[in-house]
């Protein structure tokens, strides 16, 4: 029996597109323009249920014909190796067996949102991308890159939902440290080096792809407030600065990243049409494909055609600006547009339709799977779709990993200001906020009272406001300033004792008052006790200067322009700051 050309690894990669592409049926095409989410089981079973499992995994792969799938959530090595081995075996069995292509959120850091990212479990732990920026090395940002790279492929992902290089110009915007900071330029140095490290000097069999997003930029939010939730849609540029965020996009095309993911927001005020990315030809097709010849693949954010349940609560479409067009008219805007794919959607039965009826060609479709398909055989994916689950309990979390992920949590450190209290010396008495008493036991004695305390260890995060709703509940966004009796709190400690206050920048924090009576003040981006108390005892050296500028307050804020970089009047610190301890 002869064997087709798609299943023959030595003929040519567009030859076996070429040739697949011709056996597939319609609804075989359709398939593969959907990038769903799938659960697993703790044991490494399939899911059947749980927040994100909209279908059965066996209905989604054999009956709707799915091959690209981002899982959800954080589980044992081994398991989750033997669950992709079961997915692929699954896929294999299909009528022209190809391969599952799959994805993930970040899952190296310490951020946990189910809806952006994942801390890091078993994975190596890093500071998030803002850390990174702190640290500035484009040298470290590749080894990142790499180590995600090799962790990855051990468990069978694929494709990276990452890097995420919005400029961080909305102070209030919740999904900042996810991003290189405020800075074009840095960011545009850190992702070419990123996507280096996730898919080496060209995309092939070792690499992970890199979904690089949001284009064009979602740093503008109105307000500060995510396109995630209709309050949040509309994103705008009253300074004039829509090409200082296309910047980091022209880099990593540059760099080679296989694919890109526009954003949910909205542009308003601008000469592009008013309608989410997603469906916004003068951005995809105009800009993205015709003026910086992006070639890739592009898949939308999650959830633009279907309303669906989300932690238990129905969320509507993220279909802004195409808000009163039917499912099938908005699969048909964001071909039009040019998205090759759909997020978090798998209705393909909606595709089949609007060929049948003549809206949208079948040519229009084949472009679009090409695209999928090829990068499925250079990945290597239909000679290897399987992973050995000893190796990958060798590799993710491995000492190499977990060292230089620990270094850089210790390097990311920012000190913002030190009334000769750092480095700190001997065995101090410490009482500690926020901070473990396991970790802490080793540099000092741990007492209850602060009066009995030579000194104080305070760990803070950025405020925010409570919103409704469980799943917006992890997307943190509002005012930046303490609440006036959590602040009074604060600074009663900083009063009677010296303390070392060290503030999680999860968004740039309001703070004049605690920097102006802190004996020390730190920066930090994702790390440990230990790491914190390392640089704070002289063990280890910070390095970090800040990523953006740390506002004064929150009517400064409100004054800024949402799309122009560190723009707040007289900031507390400036973009760039840090102190260097003398040890």
Not at 158 to 178: F, K, N, Y
Request: hydrophobic share 40%; net charge negative; with cysteine.
């Amino acid at each position: 029996m002869t064997t087709p050309t798609y299943r023959d690894p030595h003929r040519p990669v567009d030859e076996r597109v070429e040739d697949l592409l011709a056996r597939m049926t319609l609804e075989e095409k359709a398939g593969q323009l959907f990038h769903s989410m799938l659960g697993m089981n703790a044991d490494g079973t399939f899911a059947t249920e749980g927040p994100f499992v909209h279908a059965a995994t066996p209905e989604l792969i054999e009956g709707k014909g799915l091959t690209h799938f981002n899982l959800i959530g954080q589980y044992g090595v081994r398991e989750m190796a033997r669950w992709v081995n079961r997915i692929q075996e699954l896929a294999a069995g299909t009528r022209l067996g190809i391969p599952v292509t799959l994805s993930t959120d970040p899952i190296h850091a310490f951020t946990d949102n189910p809806g952006a990212s994942f801390d890091s479990g078993a994975f190596s732990a890093w500071p998030e991308p803002l850390g990174l920026a702190a640290i500035g090395d484009p040298e470290l940002v590749e080894r990142f890159g790499d180590t995600v790279r090799r962790e990855y492929l051990a468990v069978g992902f694929r494709v990276a939902l990452h890097p995420q290089i919005d400029l961080a110009t909305e102070p209030r915007w919740s999904r900042q440290s996810g991003t290189f900071g405020s800075s074009a330029h840095v960011t545009s140095e850190l992702v070419r080096a990123y996507v280096r490290g996730l898919q080496g000097a060209k995309l092939g069999p070792d690499s992970v792809a890199a979904m690089v997003k949001h284009f064009p930029g979602g740093g503008p939010q109105k307000d500060g407030e995510d396109p995630h939730f209709a309050h949040g849609k509309e994103q705008v540029y009253p300074g004039g600065m829509r090409d200082y965020h296309l910047a980091p996009f022209k880099a990593a095309i540059e760099a080679g990243c296989s694919q890109m993911m526009p954003y949910y927001g909205q542009p308003v005020g601008t000469d592009w049409e008013e309608v989410g990315f997603g469906f916004n030809r003068d951005v995809l097709t105009g800009l993205l494909r015709g003026r910086l010849g992006f070639d890739g693949i592009i898949c939308t954010d999650w959830g633009l055609l279907n309303e669906a349940p989300v932690l238990g609560e129905l969320f509507p479409a993220r279909a802004w600006g195409a808000e009163h067009l039917s499912v099938a008219e908005r699969a048909a805007k964001a071909l039009d547009a040019g998205s090759d794919q759909f997020g978090g959607e798998q209705c393909p039965e909606v595709i089949v339709e609007l060929v049948r009826t003549g809206r949208i060609t079948e040519a229009r479709i084949d472009a679009s799977v090409r695209r999928l398909l090829r990068e499925k055989f250079v990945l290597g994916l239909f000679e290897n779709p399987c992973v050995d689950p000893d190796r990958a309990e060798e590799v993710v979390g491995a000492s190499e990993f977990t060292a230089l992920g620990e270094a850089a949590q210790r390097r990311s450190l920012t000190v913002l200001t030190n009334q000769d209290l750092l480095p700190l010396q001997g065995r101090p008495n410490l009482y500690l906020r926020g901070v473990s008493e396991r970790a802490a036991s080793a540099y000092g004695n741990v007492v209850a009272d602060p009066a009995d305390a030579d000194l104080a260890v305070l760990r803070l995060r950025t405020p925010y406001e409570e919103r409704p709703g469980l799943f917006e509940s992890f997307f943190h966004s509002g005012s930046l300033a303490f609440p006036e009796d959590e602040l009074k709190e604060i600074l009663r400690l900083l009063d009677s004792t010296p303390t070392v206050v060290c503030v999680h920048l999860e968004r740039p924090t309001v703070l004049p008052e605690i920097a102006a009576k802190a004996a020390a003040l730190v920066a930090d981006y994702g790390a440990s006790d230990a790491a914190l108390l390392d640089v704070a005892f002289g063990r280890a050296r910070a390095e970090g200067r800040l990523p953006c500028e740390l506002p004064r307050s929150m009517a400064a804020v409100a004054a800024s322009r949402p799309d122009v970089p560190d723009d707040t009047e007289d900031p507390v610190f400036a973009y760039g700051h840090g102190v260097a301890l003398q040890g």
